[in-house]
């Protein structure tokens, strides 16, 4: 049982670093060869695009960070919470937890990566139906952390556990 739970823990690191290496690649694509950040956007579908944005702040754009201190601050109080889940991840036991921890994990190491290195997180997929846009620009990070968030919310909302029951239903004390 121990080196089953164990197991789970490493999957659940190994996921947090896969999300992080395809989340930076993907931006390095983007950077790099694309050169969106010149071109500023690519209409790959009708909707769906490419579109650079530069998001100074955290989840909706709130608390956008407009000084250097306040982006160290957002990438202090960021890591907090990521070290947090690395925390909690290796506390916990279930495969489907550890599953949502490590995606939450992975996206948070991303876009702090981001924050640290250009002052920003680069954010770039652009869904939108005409010029409606039900979802704010995001980038891989941000869908991990999403993802990951709805797991553990479903994990919650759905698996509780049932009370310890001895198997004395009818039972009654009696003096």
Known sequence: MIASIKHVRVQ??????LVFTIDQTVKWLMVKPLKLQEIGSIDL?????????????VSLGMFTATSNEMRLGLIAVTSAIALGVAVWMLREKTRADVLGLALVLGGALGNIWDRMTFGYVIDYADLHIGEWRPFLIFNIADAAITIGVLILLARSLLSREKPANNGDTNATETN
């Open 12 to 17: 659940g690191f190994a996921l947090a670093l």
């Open 45 to 57: 579908l009708p909707f769906f695009a490419l579109r650079w944005t530069e998001n100074y702040g």
